[in-house]
């Protein structure tokens, strides 16, 4: 089973188990993983599960679709060109794991 971790602003880091169809956004709303709000439920319409992939984890993710671009522009934190994505448009696929930063704030 896929893994992924949560590194939080502070350092700390979370490890979840997921299936290979579950976003980092769901994951982490299920899990109650601290700064992932997922307020639009992962629909790509709020940017509040903003966060930044870790180098290691950025190969293989499918590309930025116009919507998830828009919503970029809007996240509370900073927006970094290479790593920002919206978690609930990240699925783990078939990787055995997956590292991501969550932003210091959401909204």
Known sequence: MPTITYIQP???ELTLDA????????????????????E???QAMC???HV????DSLEGLPE?????DEMLECTSAPRD????RLGCQIACGARASLV????AGQV
């Open 100 to 103: 991501v930063e969550v932003p």
């Open 64 to 68: 930025i679709n116009d919507e998830e």
């Open 81 to 84: 060109p290479e790593r920002s």
């Open 40 to 42: 639009c439920g992962g």
């Open 47 to 49: 940017a509040t599960c």
């Open 52 to 55: 930044y992939v870790s180098h």
């Open 19 to 38: 299936a290979p169809e579950t976003s980092v956004m769901r994951a982490a709303v299920n899990a109650g993983v601290p700064g992932i709000v997922g």
């Open 10 to 12: 502070d350092g700390a």
